[in-house]
């Protein structure tokens, strides 16, 4: 049998699985009914978040969708993490997800002028990198 090298283990990046955050979630959204869930990961420098919610209140702008924890926030003040199409609803729209100018937060928002309203469900995965010290508490439980 040959001799396993434990030192090549230290170069795989670490990572915190798939963690359910729904307890993060604000309350201007839940769960979608139909198979709702949000989750965040790490991998390295890498943040993943992937989720599938509906809007509960109505806004001219963006809506909090939650705060992120410590080992988990975006690099960047403000970062744009893509458009997304809304679905669920007899009037399909696009939203925009994004890092709001460094406060640790993640926010959805119209992409055009009319504003969020109450149950439009959005389903998206973004990443960003992320350059904070490695989590000392994972957030939510293993997904």
């Known amino acids: 049998m040959p001799?396993?090298?434990?030192?090549?283990?230290?170069?795989?990046?670490?990572?915190?699985?798939w963690r359910a955050i729904s307890g993060l979630l604000h309350t201007a959204w839940k769960l979608s009914?139909?198979?709702g869930f949000i989750q965040i990961r790490r991998v390295g420098d890498r943040v993943y978040l992937r989720f599938r919610v509906t809007s509960?209140?109505?806004s001219?702008?963006?809506l909090l969708l939650l705060g992120l924890?410590?080992?988990f926030q975006a690099e960047k003040r403000y970062l744009d993490l893509g458009l997304f199409k809304t679905y669920g609803s007899t009037n399909p729209r696009m939203v925009s997800v994004h890092?709001?100018?460094?406060?640790?937060?993640?926010?959805?928002?119209?992409a055009?002028?009319?504003?969020?309203?109450?149950?439009?469900?959005?389903?998206?995965e973004v990443s960003w990198g992320c350059a904070q010290a490695w989590p000392?508490?994972?957030?939510?439980?293993?997904?």
């Open 69 to 71: 924890p410590a080992g």
């Open 60 to 62: 001219p702008s963006d």
């Open 99 to 110: 890092n709001m100018w460094g406060s640790g937060s993640i926010r959805v928002g119209p």
């Open 136 to 143: 000392t508490v994972l957030p939510g439980t293993a997904a």
């Open 3 to 17: 001799d396993l090298d434990f030192a090549l283990l230290s170069d795989l990046p670490k990572d915190t699985g």
């Open 112 to 124: 055009d002028t009319a504003g969020m309203y109450t149950l439009v469900q959005v389903a998206a």
């Open 56 to 58: 509960v209140e109505t």
């Open 33 to 35: 009914d139909l198979e």
